[in-house]
């Protein structure tokens, strides 16, 4: 949890503390099902009295360790797995098009097929560049946050198109339950949302960029 134990500092008067949902006065008021399967929920806090020794950190580290999670899963969660769901769906569609016959040829010879292999492949590609780009500076303690919001945003949106090229290849097969197609679109789909929108992540970049051109 993440709460204020100075407001008159604003921010920097943000501390983060571990709490068990046993702790008296802490509940689950609402629950949500959601296409990907999960259940987010809200916590809430009735007059909770929480130790000294559950806080994480520093008094005042709250913002700044809640940025850098943040900051670690748009990089380490949403873009690596980003990369794991468009390998995997280029693994697919380049099996099926190779065993899929359709008017005495396999879908690996139709042109439309192969430009939507490519696309995937060299997309990837890039993505994977971001990624790691990013990955390397986070390990070496630098500033990523300009690096995080393109990652993120970059690679969620490459992951999404892999899987749509991906289940339009399977054509009906890749609709059914039968494929893991249709689980990693609605997966991949939540991605471009959850830790910041790809508009958000754009609207940063943007806001950044400026400032380095000024």
Same mark, same amino acid.
């Given at each position: 949890?993440?709460?204020?134990?100075?407001?008159?500092?604003?921010?920097?008067?943000?501390?983060?503390?571990?709490?068990?949902?046993?702790?008296?006065?802490?509940?689950?008021?609402?629950?949500?099902?959601?296409?990907?399967?999960?259940?987010?929920?809200?916590?809430?806090?009735?007059?909770?009295?929480?130790?000294?020794?559950?806080?994480?950190?520093?008094?005042?580290?709250?913002?700044?360790?809640?940025?850098?999670?943040?900051?670690?899963?748009?990089?380490?969660?949403?873009?690596?797995?980003?990369?794991?769901?468009?390998?995997?769906?280029?693994?697919?569609?380049?099996?099926?098009?190779?065993?899929?016959? #359709?008017? !005495? &040829?396999?879908?690996?010879? $139709?042109?439309? =097929?192969?430009?939507?292999?490519? @696309?995937? *492949?060299?997309?990837?590609?890039?993505?994977?560049?971001?990624?790691?780009?990013?990955?390397?500076?986070?390990?070496?303690?630098?500033?990523?946050?300009?690096?995080?919001?393109?990652?993120?945003?970059?690679?969620?949106?490459?992951?999404?198109?892999?899987?749509?090229?991906?289940?339009?290849?399977?054509?009906?097969?890749?609709?059914?339950?039968?494929?893991?197609?249709?689980?990693?679109?609605?997966?991949?789909?939540?991605?471009?949302? #959850?830790? !910041? &929108?790809?508009?958000?992540? $754009?609207?940063? =970049?943007?806001?950044?960029?400026? @400032?380095? *051109?000024?």
């Amino acid at each position: 949890m993440i709460a204020y134990t100075d407001k008159s500092k604003g921010l920097r008067g943000l501390s983060c503390f571990l709490v068990e949902m046993r702790t008296p006065g802490v509940s689950v008021t609402a629950d949500y099902d959601t296409m990907m399967g999960d259940r987010p929920c809200e916590v809430t806090f009735d007059n909770v009295r929480i130790p000294a020794t559950n806080l994480v950190g520093s008094e005042g580290d709250g913002m700044a360790l809640a940025q850098q999670w943040i900051t670690e899963g748009r990089i380490l969660r949403h873009g690596a797995r980003s990369l794991g769901v468009a390998e995997r769906c280029l693994e697919l569609g380049i099996s099926y098009s190779r065993q899929r016959q #359709t008017f !005495g &040829a396999p879908l690996a010879a $139709r042109q439309a =097929i192969q430009f939507m292999i490519a @696309d995937t *492949y060299a997309e990837l590609q890039q993505a994977r560049l971001l990624v790691r780009d990013a990955a390397l500076d986070l390990e070496r303690g630098r500033d990523v946050r300009l690096k995080s919001w393109i990652a993120k945003s970059q690679a969620t949106e490459m992951g999404f198109r892999a899987v749509d090229r991906c289940m339009q290849m399977h054509g009906g097969m890749g609709l059914t339950t039968e494929m893991p197609i249709e689980r990693m679109w609605r997966e991949q789909r939540s991605f471009i949302i #959850t830790e !910041g &929108a790809a508009e958000v992540m $754009r609207a940063s =970049i943007s806001k950044k960029v400026y @400032d380095l *051109y000024e």
